[in-house]
């Protein structure tokens, strides 16, 4: 399993940024969750969003609640993360997940740096 994401760069302050991870090495048939992690400097990696396999229901942590969108083209194996109202607290390295079962799989990181 391979997750690659991309759509990293700079942003500023209000503007928008849309990330990008494909991911390949599922079977057509596997069941797995999907989402978003970012990390800035000094602080631990936390989960923004995700994806449910069961229903396409998402989650978002309160810090994006309306500025963030996750979805997902599962034709092209591929979720986004539409980030828009950026702001300079949002830089951080993010990372594409995928869960299935009791194992994480993880993309490279792409850097977000949000500064005027």
């Known amino acids: 399993v391979q997750l690659q994401a991309s759509g990293g760069g700079l942003a500023q302050p209000g503007g928008s940024l849309r990330l990008s991870c494909v991911v390949s090495?599922?079977?057509?048939?596997?069941?797995?969750?999907i989402g978003w992690f970012r990390q800035a400097p000094g602080d631990e990696r936390e989960g923004i969003t995700c994806i449910s396999p069961s229903d396409d229901s998402t989650w978002y942590v309160d810090s994006v609640k309306g500025r963030f969108t996750i979805s997902r083209d599962k034709t092209r194996n591929t979720v986004y993360l539409q980030m828009n109202l950026l702001k300079p607290e949002d830089t951080a390295v993010y990372y594409c997940n995928a869960r299935f079962g009791s194992d994480d799989y993880w993309g490279q990181g792409t850097q977000v740096t949000v500064s005027s």
């Open positions: 090495g599922f079977s057509p048939d596997d069941y797995y969750a």
